[in-house]
Antibody
Framework: QVQLQESGPGLVKPSETLSLTCSVS????????WSWIRQPPGKGLEWIGL???????NYNPSLKSRVTISVDTSKNQFSLKLTSLTAADTAVYYC???????????WGQGTLVTVSS | DIQMTQSPSSLSASVGDRVTITCRAS??????LAWYQQKPGKAPKLLLY???RLESGVPSRFSGSGSGTDYTLTISSLQPEDFATYYC?????????FGQGTKLEIK
């Protein structure tokens, strides 16, 4: 069974860049897409973007100018970089994976990122 | 972007009730629609995909239907473990979007 685990800082300062990594275990990264999704405290889910094992990416248009998602299949990891952080970026960040169709079969447990000075 | 609107935003029901949650898309999503269940402090869990296909291991009391822009999630007989927040998600467009969520509470 595929398992995902997020890692990264829990506290980041405004204007800085957030870097998160998702480690994939229990299966190959091939034939899946890999995604980042976030959830501000007490609010709903917001899709950030995705990457295929080929390296092709799609991003949420509202975040596209600040987001980069990359993959390292040799390490079974994919990563998120989000620049120019503000308090509005405070959220639980989930990594997720799914079949080529588009639904998210696998989820990490989530990691809370707080943007504050 | 395709906007997804769920109704109701919250719902109170009793164990054994039949409940239906609706998800409306701002344009046709051609059955590229998934439903998730999220409990407090936990990651969402996939329940259904392709509008009506039950994910492996999900109880058969959950069902999905619909097409085009209108979709429904039905729980045929609520169980105590079903009280949670439910989200729809479209994956028809290259920019995936979620509904705002429906919180299902115990009456």
């Amino acid at each position: 069974q595929v398992q995902l685990q997020e890692s990264g800082p829990g506290l980041v300062k405004p204007s800085e860049t957030l870097s998160l990594t998702c480690s994939v275990s229990g299966g190959s990264m091939s034939s899946y897409f890999w995604s980042w999704i976030r959830q501000p405290p007490g609010k709903g889910l917001e899709w950030i973007g995705l990457i295929y094992d080929s390296g092709s990416t799609n991003y949420n248009p509202s975040l596209k100018s600040r987001v980069t998602i990359s993959v390292d299949t040799s390490k079974n990891q994919f990563s998120l970089k989000l620049t120019s952080l503000t308090a509005a970026d405070t959220a639980v960040y989930y990594c997720a994976g799914g079949s080529v169709a588009g639904e998210f079969d696998y989820w990490g447990q989530g990691t809370l990122v707080t943007v504050s000075s | 972007d395709i906007q997804m609107t769920q109704s109701p935003s919250s719902l109170s029901a009793s164990v054994g009730d039949r409940v239906t949650i609706t998800c409306r898309a701002s344009q046709d999503t051609s059955n590229s629609l998934a439903w998730y269940q999220q409990k407090p402090g936990k990651a969402p869990k996939l329940l259904l995909y392709a509008a009506s296909r039950l994910e492996s291991g999900v109880p058969s009391r959950f069902s999905g239907s619909g097409s085009g822009t209108d979709y429904t999630l039905t729980i045929s007989s609520l169980q105590p473990e079903d009280f949670a927040t439910y989200y729809c998600q479209q994956y028809y467009s290259r920019a995936y979007t979620f509904g705002q969520g429906t919180k299902l509470e115990i009456k």
